[in-house]
């Protein structure tokens, strides 16, 4: 009996540590910032992009994903109507001053989806 007991006091610990942790998770969620190059010369590579971007929401958990492109921002993420929205136009091409747009965003990364000829500093570049 005394084993059901330590056993049973066991999972309660478990259940409200795993509890506390997902509210406070869901409290103090990570903005990440999320920027994809649509010049002319990426449009090829659209589809790819988007299933990146797809593939990183469903891991995304206890996170706030922001979206943009090199030449607006578009938001929050989840109320985007379509991921295809994201790359509805493609033209010009993708310069450094095109980020400068996206300094005072208050986001803890910064993500940006490009061919990788433009290395910005406090960027994480995801090549295609």
Same mark, same amino acid.
């Given at each position: ?9 066991? &999972? +309660?610990?478990? !259940? /409200?540590?795993? /509890?506390?942790? *997902?509210?406070? @998770?869901? @409290? *103090?969620?990570?903005? &990440? ?9 990426? %449009? ?5 992009? @988007? ?7 469903? #891991? !995304?958990?206890? #996170? *706030? ?5 090199? %030449? /607006? ?8 109507? =379509?991921?295809? $929205? &994201?790359?509805?136009? =493609?033209?010009?091409?993708?310069? /450094?001053?095109?980020? !400068?747009?996206? @300094?005072?965003?208050?986001? =803890?990364?910064?993500? +940006?989806?490009?061919?990788? #000829? &433009?290395?910005? !500093?406090?960027?994480?570049? $995801? #090549?295609?």
């Amino acid at each position: 009996m005394k084993f059901i007991k330590v056993f049973a006091l066991f &999972i +309660l610990i478990q !259940a /409200a540590a795993w /509890a506390g942790a *997902h509210v406070y @998770q869901n @409290q *103090h969620r990570e903005t &990440i910032l999320i920027v994809a190059d649509t010049s002319y010369a990426m %449009k090829p590579k659209f589809p790819a992009m @988007q299933e990146w971007i797809e593939n990183y929401e469903a #891991k !995304a958990r206890y #996170k *706030h994903l922001l979206v943009g492109t090199d %030449k /607006a921002m578009l938001g929050n993420l989840v109320d985007l109507k =379509s991921k295809t $929205v &994201i790359f509805r136009t =493609s033209f010009g091409s993708m310069t /450094a001053e095109s980020l !400068a747009r996206y @300094q005072s965003t208050v986001a =803890s990364r910064k993500i +940006l989806l490009s061919d990788g #000829k &433009i290395q910005a !500093a406090g960027w994480d570049v $995801v #090549k295609f």
